[in-house]
């Protein structure tokens, strides 16, 4: 794989992730279990599928195919999206989208900020500034987890039933893809390995302050999925986000 063909998958990756979420926490809008709340959730939402728009764009300029960030968001099939498992999962309860956004949260940031220091110019800088925004969700779920693990037993019992189903697909943030690995090489994207330490540490502490107890060892995955594998939830999201650009395609609004 040539570097630009690796750097085209890495900042899909890193677009289609944050696109997926994105839509997955829309879904609360309206239904949160409290105004305050209902509102944060739509506006980390926003902010997603900004960064989301930053990375696909990119990713279609270096490509050279014509196909700009909504091309690739709304006329590409599953097979094709190169997101996580995690972010793919349906929301669930409350203390499930917030567990899942946690864990999420927490890799994002460590990997943005990593991806600041990237060799490449244009990644460096929507890596910096998605950082910056990231931090803010990182302190907001963190809190939530705190506040549920640590708060009545009903949400105590909740929060753990969540991170133990969310825990078991979070082996899959830190395999590295081949174009992964052809980036680390070369300075523009960071070793995976040596960022799962750093992501760990900052759950461990989150999660020894919840009262909440982590599974013993990260789960292992021999699944691909940042080359096309995915669950059965990823086709039922994509078939609404994507109905109304498919169905005016070429439309401008």
Known sequence: MDSNAALVDFLL???????VLGHRLSEWCGHAPILEEDIAL???ALDLIGQAT????LAGDI?????DADALAYFRSDREFRNHPLVELPKGDFAFTIVRQFLFDAFGYHLLQALAESAHEGLSGIAGKSAKETAYHLRHSA????RL???????HVRAQSALDEAWRWTGALFVPTPAEAVLAESGVAPDLVGLESVWR???????RNSTLELPEALPPTGKGYRRGDH???LGTLLAEMQSLARAHPGATW
């Open 42 to 44: 739509t506006n980390i």
């Open 231 to 233: 669950t059965e939830h």
């Open 54 to 57: 930053l990375f696909l764009g």
């Open 201 to 207: 540490s900052s759950v461990d502490e989150v999660i």
């Open 149 to 155: 693990g640590d708060g009545t037993e009903e949400s």
């Open 13 to 19: 990756g890193l677009g289609d992730d944050r696109l």
């Open 143 to 146: 809190e939530w987890v705190v």
């Open 63 to 67: 490509e050279g195919k014509g196909r």
